[in-house]
């Protein structure tokens, strides 16, 4: 991991002492690392700069590396958007690096540390992904609005009213998931996934959260997760689990598989959008597509 780091380190400086890259006259350029974040500055700033994310569908950032490519992203950046609280855990000290030289927002540390859940297993740590509530979440993209701001004062008035909308669209999409939840039984609301990152979500809808893994993939887990999983599933009845569309099934069927064994049939309740979005220009691939999607499988699955 430090060789890794210092080699990356080493072509930020060599970027850095090279002949500038060239800059658009007319547009600020904006780089994301996740689509979410992505989302949230083109629904801000629209065709006032031009954006793009580095990680696409389907990626874990728990695991992603930048390469070369994604350093040229970076130091071409007006203004770089990641989410911070060691999401982006293999890029964390170049991102911090980089923050030296240009306008850099950690998004996710805006939100007040009082509403950051600990990470279970992790000394000193919070859980990173804040994106799965709301109300946490218009944190960050207030903290994306005011950096734009300073990044192009001129469009000031644009990003507040955009800021303004899209604001009021979260709070109708907050709004949608509680109506919906309540639609499943109170003993029914248990949400078992390959890996944690859905706590936020459980805290601000009322679900109970179970995930094989921590709240990073990086973290292992063994038979006896997988047990202590099974048992949860049959003693609460469960009827269906989910897989995540940036993990790998593999976990989840071995614990369809042991409820089989011990007589509970559970279903594989769909594909939940949980480190990554969709495809850019679906549905899905939007904040607002992917929690909807998310919230209709997992209501559809245990009501």
């Known amino acids: 991991m ?27 350029h904006v780089v994301a690392t996740t689509g979410m974040l992505y989302d949230a500055v083109i629904n801000i700033a629209g065709d006032k700069v031009t954006s793009e994310a580095i990680m696409g569908p389907g990626v874990d950032p728990h695991l992603y590396k930048a390469t070369q490519g994604d350093l040229a992203k970076f130091n071409k950046a007006d203004m770089i ?30 939100i007040p540390k009082e509403l950051l859940k600990s990470a279970i297993g992790y000394k000193n740590a919070y859980d990173p992904h804040v994106w799965f509530d709301i109300k946490r979440w218009k ?21 507040e009213a955009n800021t303004r909308s899209y604001i009021t669209q979260l709070d109708s999409l907050d709004q949608y998931v509680r109506n919906q939840i309540a639609e499943i039984p109170e003993s029914q609301r248990i949400l ?21 893994q921590g709240i990073s993939t990086v973290a292992d887990f063994g038979l006896k997760d997988i047990a202590d999983l099974i048992d949860l599933i049959i003693e609460n009845n469960i009827k269906a689990i989910f897989v ?29 959008y949980s480190d990554a979005m969709g495809e850019f220009g679906t549905e899905e691939g939007t904040y607002i597509g992917m929690f909807s999607k998310n919230v209709d499988a997992i209501v559809n699955a245990l009501k």
């Not at 944190?139 to 990003?159: C, P």
């Not at 995540?244 to 594909?271: L, P, R």
Request: glycine share 10%; with cysteine; hydrophobic share 40%.
């Open 2 to 28: 430090r060789k890794y780091a210092f080699a990356l380190m080493a072509l930020i400086g060599l970027y850095g002492c090279s002949s500038k890259v060239e800059k658009s006259n007319s547009k600020p």
């Open 192 to 212: 078992v996934t390959a890996h944690d990152a859905f706590t936020y979500f459980g805290d601000a809808y009322g679900m109970q959260v179970e995930g094989l």
């Open 81 to 110: 958007v990641y989410n911070g609280i060691l999401l982006e855990g293999k890029m964390s000290e170049i991102l911090k690096k980089l923050g030296r030289k240009k306008l850099t927002v950690a998004a996710a540390e805006s």
């Open 139 to 159: 944190y960050a993209v207030n903290e994306i609005s005011d950096a734009l701001i300073q990044l192009d004062s001129t469009n000031r008035q644009f990003y």
């Open 244 to 272: 995540e569309t940036s993990v790998s099934e593999k976990s989840i069927n071995a614990v369809v598989t042991g409820c089989k064994e011990k007589g509970h049939d559970v279903k594989i309740g769909g594909y939940l």
